[in-house]
């Protein structure tokens, strides 16, 4: 005998399939799906590993600082101040022999 009550049925979350995602923890490719939880947030999760992540735990990660090395001094990434001209050392265009 089950423990539910007669009559209920709990509902199937549908589950998508998210092509070309890649797991951030196994790196599998086409392993990955999507679903809403109980609290109606969206999770991801890969089917090969079962790593999972809801979308609020996303935007943490996403809004994490930058860490401090030595291209990043700031903790922020350098940015170029637009296209320079590259020169090449030993490369003489103008002569010929």
Not at 11 to 31: L, W
Not at 46 to 52: E, K, N, R
Request: proline share 7%; glycine share 8%.
């Amino acid at each position: 005998m089950s423990d539910t009550p007669s009559g209920f049925t709990p509902k199937k979350k549908p589950r998508r399939f998210i092509a070309g995602a890649v797991c951030p923890k196994c790196s599998e490719m086409d392993r990955t799906v999507m679903y809403k939880n109980d609290d109606d947030e969206e999770v991801r999760e890969c089917i090969s590993c079962g790593f999972s992540q809801t979308t609020s735990e996303q935007a943490v990660e996403d809004n994490a600082q930058e860490l401090v090395t030595r291209v990043t001094p700031d903790g922020k990434p350098l940015l170029d101040e637009g296209e320079q001209p590259l020169k090449i050392m030993g490369l003489d265009l103008g002569k010929k022999n």
